[in-house]
């Protein structure tokens, strides 16, 4: 996971309050994603952005923003955490020397109350 | 139906032997074909990358992508326990933004 920082690792928090989680990278890297993984369901991609302030949606992106104010942030905001959002939570970048291959942090696992 | 399909396993085998995995996949329109293997707790990380049909060799690692079936395979030689992870296979197209479409994952356990 070089060049990737999530925070937090994990977090739990109640229904109904926003969560912002963090993805911190060093490479400069243009493309950054944030995805959900859940069992039976596999790696979802919520948001993603192609440079900064550029963010678009992804399959999952109900009750999630992005805002990517910095190339090295890109920030996810769940506005009004709900239980169905319990899930763990990756960012990723694209890597170096792999056309559309990605690096991926640790993870945030989320647990909603 | 999910674009990918993916066993989820669990796929159980010696140590030794040989580890066959595979997706399917429904868009024709993908190109680019990838592996990531994810131990517990811990994020994907890229295994293999291919690009349109054929064979590809890494080490103990063959990725084979069939795309007049839309078939993808993963086969692990000499299996090791540190083997043991799950594996999703990923896929996208040009003109798809960088975003990748992924299968739900097969977790495999390499018995000593």
């Known amino acids: 996971d070089a060049g990737i920082t999530q925070s937090p690792r994990h977090k739990v928090t109640e229904t109904g309050t926003p969560v912002t989680l963090r993805c911190h990278q060093t490479?400069?890297?243009?493309?950054m994603y944030w995805y959900r993984q859940d069992p039976g369901h596999g790696l979802r991609l919520i948001h993603y952005?192609?440079?900064?302030?550029?963010?678009d949606k992804g399959e999952v992106s109900d009750g999630y923003s992005v805002s990517r104010s910095k190339t090295e942030d890109f920030l996810l905001t769940l506005e009004s955490a709900t239980s169905s959002q319990t899930s763990v939570y990756f960012c990723?970048?694209?890597?170096?020397?792999?056309?559309?291959?990605?690096?991926f942090g640790s993870g945030t696992r989320l647990t909603v109350v | 139906q999910k674009e990918v399909e993916q066993d989820p396993g669990p796929l159980s085998v010696p140590e030794g032997a040989i580890v066959s995995l595979n997706c399917t996949y429904s868009?024709?329109?993908?190109?680019?074909f990838m592996w990531y293997r994810q131990y517990s707790r811990k994020g994907p990380e890229l295994l293999m990358y291919?690009?349109?049909?054929g064979n590809k060799e890494d080490g103990r690692f063959t990725a084979q992508v069939d795309k007049s079936s839309k078939y993808i395979s993963l086969f692990i030689r000499d299996s090791q326990p540190s083997d043991s992870a799950t594996y999703l296979c990923?896929?996208?197209?040009?003109?798809?933004?960088?975003?990748?479409?992924f299968g739900g994952g097969t977790r495999v356990l390499v018995k000593p």
């Open positions: 868009n024709s329109a993908f190109q680019y």
């Open positions: 291919t690009y349109s049909s």
């Open positions: 990723a970048t694209e890597q170096a020397g792999s056309n559309y291959g990605y690096t």
């Open positions: 490479e400069n890297h243009r493309y």
């Open positions: 990923a896929m996208t197209s040009l003109g798809a933004g960088n975003k990748l479409t």
């Open positions: 952005s192609y440079g900064v302030k550029d963010t």
